[in-house]
C-alpha cells in the first residue's frame, strides 16, 4: 500500500498523526473530499496497515514520570538465545518504553522513563543489571528534549 499512497492519503494520515480524534467531517475538508469517501479511505488505510492503531498520548510529567534514561546494553553474548532472552525479560518492564537491538557497539538500546532517580536506581539494579547474559549497562541522562514526535514524515 505505502507505493500506492496519494496526495489525499497523505493529507489524510498527516491530519490523523496530529490528532486522531479529528471529526470526520473536518478530516474531509482538510483533504478536499466529502465525509462518505474520506472514511472509506481511512477504512483502507487500516485495512492495508498503514495505520496501525490509534493510541492517547500521554503527559509524563503529569504522571510523575518526570525522567527519561537512555540505557545502552551490552551482553555477554549476541546469539539468538541471549538476545531472545534479554528481549522477553524487558518486554515486561513498564519503565522501558522504547527497546531497540542495534548494529554497532552495543547490543541494545532503551529509553527507560521513571519519576526520579532513585526509580531509575532500582529498575538498572533490580532489573536490567539483574537479566542473565548482560555484561555491561551505560545509563545516559538527557538534560533537555529538543525534539519529540510521534509524526512519521510522509
Known amino acids: 500500500m505505502p507505493d500506492s499512497l496519494d496526495v489525499i492519503d497523505k493529507k489524510i494520515l498527516k491530519a490523523l498523526q496530529r490528532d486522531a480524534k479529528i471529526p470526520n467531517t473536518k478530516l474531509a475538508d482538510m483533504a478536499g473530499l466529502s465525509p462518505s469517501p474520506c472514511l472509506r479511505r481511512v477504512k483502507l488505510l487500516e485495512e492495508a496497515g498503514v495505520i496501525d492503531r490509534y493510541v492517547a498520548l500521554l503527559s509524563p510529567p503529569s504522571l510523575g514520570l518526570g525522567m527519561t534514561i537512555f540505557v545502552r546494553i551490552t551482553l555477554e553474548s549476541q546469539d539468538q ?32 522513563v521513571v519519576s526520579d532517580l532513585d526509580d531509575y536506581r532500582s529498575v538498572h539494579m533490580g532489573h536490567l543489571a539483574g537479566i542473565r547474559g548482560v555484561r555491561n549497562v ?17
Open 81 to 112: 538465545d541471549s538476545i531472545e532472552n534479554f528481549a522477553a525479560a524487558i518486554r515486561k518492564l513498564p519503565q522501558v518504553v522504547d527497546a531497540y537491538l542495534m548494529a554497532g557497539g552495543y547490543d541494545f538500546l532503551l529509553r527507560v
Open 138 to 154: 551505560v545509563s545516559e541522562i538527557p538534560l533537555q528534549a529538543i525534539k519529540q514526535t510521534t509524526e512519521l514524515p510522509i
